[in-house]
């Protein structure tokens, strides 16, 4: 797995996929939230400190929705517990905002977030018992992956963040959405990616 931080001591990151001139811009490119190394999916890629804010800040309630498989059987009475409001993780007196829980196998659910606490997904789980198996985000916000495959990639409108922040911070540029094998634009059955300028924002399937 890779990890999203600057720090090469933590090993191997995401911004090793991006094309050299994105490493080297300022603001920094940064992730928006972060995945940790054993989570897959959808990975928001930006240096626009506004945007980062608007997405990440508890205030602004944006959702995150992740697919987990676990050890054992979901009890149904689950949904009511994350959707109360009253859970508290391990070592935090705060409790964990209310989520959505919506069950799609005997050991599969959907779990939209509106908050991202460290770990927490797998954290909620374990409050109750159960112990994440795989994890994936399927979504952040207005973005998905569209069913992209690693090695694909698809343009997004332009105004794609028209609703998080100043449209005129947005509106200048081709937001594009890519998949690790095609981050720099090298050929994996998809050809050279097109953008109007260098874009600021890019989503990756990690």
Known sequence: GLVCSHDEREGPSVYSLLPERWRRRNPVVTSVGRLDKETSGALLLTDLPALVHRLTSPRHKVPKVYRATVDRDIPADLADLFAAGSLRLEGEEKPCAPAELRIIGPREALLTLTEGRYHQVRRMFSAAGATV????????????????????????????FANVAAASHFHACTH???????????????????????????????
């Open 133 to 160: 198996l795989t994890l994936h985000r399927e979504s952040f916000g207005p973005l998905d992956l569209g069913g992209l495959a690693p090695g694909a990639w698809r343009e997004l409108p332009v105004d794609t």
């Open 176 to 206: 594009t959405t890519f998949s690790p094998n095609l981050i720099d634009g090298s050929e994996s059955g998809g050809g050279r990616m097109k953008v109007n300028v260098i874009p600021d924002t890019v989503v990756i399937d990690v």
